[in-house]
């Protein structure tokens, strides 16, 4: 990972709230030869000091057979990103470049049975949707989730480490950070918008 003092977020809720928004992740491992990658929404949540992911996948997949004998996955959380040209610096004698926000965990994987494989696909379904609605996971027929359930099986992975990169021109001097900012802001791009957002929280670094 691209690892810069000045471009890493110290303040661990501010990573762990950026990993729950970001929450359809890369799930990267090996089948000995070539690296797998799952690409699935997870649930985030902490157990005192430990951070667990949960989620399925399909069996019967690539990824699956290779987690199965390959505990050890990478998880990738990607947020926002953008362009950022040289020409909005004060000094312009510069390369331009590429401004992003991205996590990447180190964990092990470990599959369940089909009963927790069942509460996982709730838990997670149930998050989504608004309470009462038509599409929650008890209204779905009985014998649909028994079909389900055999081409998927759930996961948690316990989180072992994790490493950031926020890179928000915060190696620029202000005046360049507040035009940068202005153009991104007037950009119609959502990514160059929310990293307008993520900038201007940060002004005063």
């Not at 729950?20 to 890369?26: A, C, G, I, L, P």
């Not at 959380?77 to 000094?91: D, E, I």
């Not at 004698?93 to 709730?122: C, H, L, P």
Request: aromatic share 10%.
């Amino acid at each position: 990972m691209y690892n810069v003092p000045h471009f890493t977020e110290t303040n661990e809720d501010v990573v762990f709230e950026f990993m729950q928004q970001n929450s359809f992740v890369n799930i990267v491992g090996s089948d000995g030869e070539y690296p797998v990658a799952a690409h699935v929404p997870v649930s985030i949540k902490k157990e005192g000091e430990q951070i667990i992911l949960t989620g399925h996948i399909m069996k019967h997949t690539s990824h699956y057979k290779a987690f199965a004998e390959n505990e050890n996955v990478l998880v990738i959380f990607n947020g926002p990103h953008c362009y950022v040209s040289a020409s909005w610096y004060v000094k312009k004698e510069v390369a331009s470049t590429w401004n992003y926000m991205d996590v990447q965990a180190r964990g092990k994987i470990k599959f369940y049975d089909t009963e927790r494989t069942k509460e996982i696909i709730r838990d997670l379904t149930n998050h989504y949707e608004p309470e009462g609605s038509d599409a929650a996971f008890d209204k779905l027929p009985p014998e649909y989730v028994v079909r389900l359930v055999r081409a998927i099986i759930g996961f948690t992975i316990d989180i072992s480490s994790i490493e950031n990169v926020f890179k928000l021109s915060q190696n620029r001097d202000i005046q360049s950070r507040q035009n940068i900012i202005e153009k991104l802001s007037a950009a119609n791009d959502a990514g160059a918008n929310a990293i307008a957002v993520e900038m201007k929280k940060r002004l005063s670094e």
